[in-house]
């Protein structure tokens, strides 16, 4: 008999059965005073009031102060709004740092108030192989996704991402994307962070041709961008065939992207979806925090370490390549020896894309359409303007 079930009976057996209080202390094995203590509990509020009362003390000293659940429940509310990470850690990335509980009390509190949705167990966190490039531009990541307008036009978002930090290299959207603009974004992108010493993408064929056969079942040419690696020395790496989760950092920023896009007006036209694009950027390289970062945001971790760079071996010699581009005075820059230095490249050549070969003091700059060697220089470290040989 349950101690709920023997109280009531004790109770009715003295009240309606005529027992005394002695003999049902016999018969239940229980104190006279337990007995005392139930019947006067039955005469204040019936025979509910009899039943076992909790031990849980009607305060709790480490309880989360109100102030701090409610302002859980609205950050939650706000960043699920924003279609924004809103787990325990990207909650506790924002309170206020005196008064902040732990993340495990967070996710505690966004359980009892039912904003957790149950989801099946996952492999533990030990049993993850994580792979990651040691620098900055050691590797970028390259993919594309689909997303529609508010008419139901279909485009595509092509994105490049930084392997070691996760940063948001360029996001824009097209219509198709095509060999050209796979080229062209990466060029672009290059144009602002430098060459990467490798790129990772899918065997997609606006990204390799390893895979395609022509009409006279040879293999076909190297795509543009394809050769552009070849010519800098950049490293082409692909993944497996039929095997997605080599590329499983930029899947995984898909999943953020299209959440937040969910959350957005939907665009009309690939003008107002490459501003939302621009604006994701920013928010996920500098304001979200990432829990493979150690809680820092891509953008702190990307400047935190020395850029790696791709090398190209000319005559024995493997020297560093930089992606550059011609200023309007016909020079590139370059930091040598601690000091940004000028070198003349000549206006004949302004605007161009040219690669700089750096070994040492000595330089080549090839014109990037051509193939031609158009400067070469000796640095001369006491002067900041170097002119070519």
Known sequence: MNTSNQNRVIILSIAEGGLSVAEAATRFNVSQRWIYTLLARYKAGGIDAVDPRSRRPHTNPN????????????????????????????????????????????????????????????????????????????????????????????????????????????????????????????????????????????????????????????????????QLLADMGITQKNGAANHPTTQGKIERYHQTLKHWLSAQPRARNLDELNTQLAQFTDIYNTQRPHRALGRRTPAQVYTATIKAEPTKEIGHTFWRVRYDRVDKDGKITLRYAGKLRHLGIGRAHIGSRLLLLIHGPNTMAIDRNTGEIIAEHAIDSTKNYQPKK
């Open 63 to 226: 309880a989360t102060d109100p102030t701090t659940v409610e302002a859980i429940l609205t950050l939650r509310e706000d960043l699920t709004t924003a279609g924004l990470d809103a787990g325990a850690e990207s909650i506790w990335d924002r309170l206020d740092t005196e008064t902040r509980p732990s993340p495990a009390t967070i996710w505690r509190i966004l359980t009892r108030h039912d904003k957790i949705t149950p989801q099946p167990h996952k492999r533990p966190r030990s049993s993850w192989h994580r792979f990651e490039a040691a620098a900055p531009n050691e590797t970028w990541q390259s993919d594309f996704t689909h997303w529609t307008l508010e008419d139901g036009t279909d485009t595509e978002i092509i994105s490049w991402l930084d392997d070691h930090s996760r940063l948001l290299l360029h996001a824009t959207a097209y219509a198709r994307i095509t060999g050209s603009i796979v080229t062209d974004t990466f060029t672009t992108t290059m144009d602002i962070y430098g060459p990467p010493a490798s790129t990772l993408t899918d065997n997609g064929m606006v990204y390799t041709t390893r895979f395609a056969r022509g009409n006279d079942g040879q293999p076909r040419q190297p795509n543009g961008f394809e």
